[in-house]
């Protein structure tokens, strides 16, 4: 790390004001940043002092990201072998996976990183570290069939329009990388239904109709079908987006973050509350046999490890730019959008992963609620003053 750090002092100065590239000092300095321990420390303003910076942040939040993107290789390749019947070992089945996602967290990090880099230069600003969680989060959000032009018109999308617009990270007020599912759900829907998904292709010849796709647990509960058992939708060896089909896989994720104490375990844990106590009363007003596609009749637990509910719970709600602030509003703001999420799933079977439009919608009211918690917490010490 020395020598590395030598090597980076060394060449700084032709980077800096009067170097012979300092038109390239953003770039430079975002290098400087990810390799070593920025020596900037903040001396003034209402900034919050402590030992971690942004970009170790980052570092946490990806490695508890890891064991949900590689449950989902593995789960490419295994979706694939069940489509043709075909069976194989683990690292051929997990090669296979990796070489389907790899282009895809390629085009992101590509497409992602080089706009903030142009950015950052044509501003003159440092470049932000926040899309190193971004990059990895589109391509896990996303079918693995979604073409490489589209997932690169939904990066670009997500920042210029969800974050260097309102002035790069930390001032978004939306998820970006939620921004970029939307994206292409309303401008190419084809692509991400939300039902199904891809899980082979292979070339004709095979015996195997090319771009076979298999139902999510979602459209098979819509369509009054068998879904898979409990555990298979925990485990994750079930149809959908890359990285949200393992339950488990996230939780280990979600563990690690409130160990490091990057994310919020209360936002965690009032998303899964809301949406499974609204789940609840759904099944206590369930008509039954009467109608068994009817979404009120899925079981409240089931819920929890169907579609993006869980990663949406661990890995987007608790965003911290997005989501509210103040220890009360984030309980309303994790319950509400539990709620929300299974809400527009039960009512709205036509579009049943929830969870996107439900986190978005309240990332646009959490600084409302917020409000209300300062308001009301200003009102009650002005009452206890007047009763000194």
């Known amino acids: 790390m020395k020598v590395l750090k030598n090597i980076v002092e060394k060449v700084k100065p032709t980077f800096d004001k009067g170097g012979r590239l300092h038109f390239l000092h953003s770039t430079f300095d975002a290098f400087e940043t990810f390799l070593l321990v920025p020596s900037a420390t903040t001396h003034k303003g209402v900034h919050v002092r402590d030992s971690i910076d942004l970009k170790r942040t980052m570092s946490v939040v990806i490695i508890a990201l890891i064991p949900a993107m590689l449950f989902g290789m593995w789960n490419t390749g295994y979706q694939h072998n069940l489509s ?13 996976g990796f070489l389907k996602v790899l282009p895809l967290l390629i085009v992101s990090y590509v497409v992602g990183l080089g706009i903030e880099f142009a950015s950052a230069q044509i501003r003159g600003h440092e470049v932000n570290e926040g899309f190193l969680v971004s990059g990895i989060l589109i391509p896990l959000i996303m079918p693995i069939d979604v073409p490489l032009w589209i997932l690169a018109l939904a990066v670009a999308f997500a920042v210029i329009v969800g974050k260097e ?22 401008a190419y829907p084809s692509h991400i239904t ?49 990285g949200e089909t393992s339950t488990l896989a996230i939780l280990i994720g979600a563990a690690f973050l409130i160990y490091t104490g990057v994310a919020s375990w209360k936002v965690m844990v009032s998303t899964f509350t809301g949406g499974f106590l609204i789940a609840l009363l759904f099944n206590a007003l369930a008509p039954g046999a009467a109608d068994p596609s009817s979404y009120l009749n899925v079981p409240a637990i089931n819920h929890m490890v169907m579609g ?79 009763n000194i």
């Open 194 to 242: 939300g039902d199904k998904v891809w899980i082979e292709g292979l070339s004709s010849g095979t015996g195997v109709i090319d771009g076979f796709s298999g139902a999510t647990p979602l459209a098979a509960a819509a369509e009054g079908t068998a879904t898979p058992s409990f555990l298979d939708m925990f485990i994750g060896t079930i149809p959908g987006s890359i």
């Open 84 to 96: 043709i019947g075909a069976t194989s070992d683990f690292w051929p089945t997990f090669w296979f």
């Open 308 to 386: 993006g509910f869980a990663f949406g719970a661990v890995f987007m709600a608790t965003d911290p730019v997005t989501g509210c602030q103040t220890e009360k509003g984030k309980w309303i703001y994790g319950f509400l959008i539990g709620v929300m999420a299974i809400l527009i799933r039960v009512f709205n079977p036509g579009y049943p992963e929830g969870m996107m439009l439900s986190i978005l919608l309240l990332n646009t009211f959490a600084p409302l609620i917020d409000h209300y918690i300062v308001q009301s917490n200003i009102k009650k010490r002005l009452s206890r003053a007047k």
């Open 165 to 186: 617009v309102f002035g790069g990270t930390g001032m978004n007020i939306w998820n970006p990388a939620l921004l970029a599912r939307a994206f292409v759900f309303f």
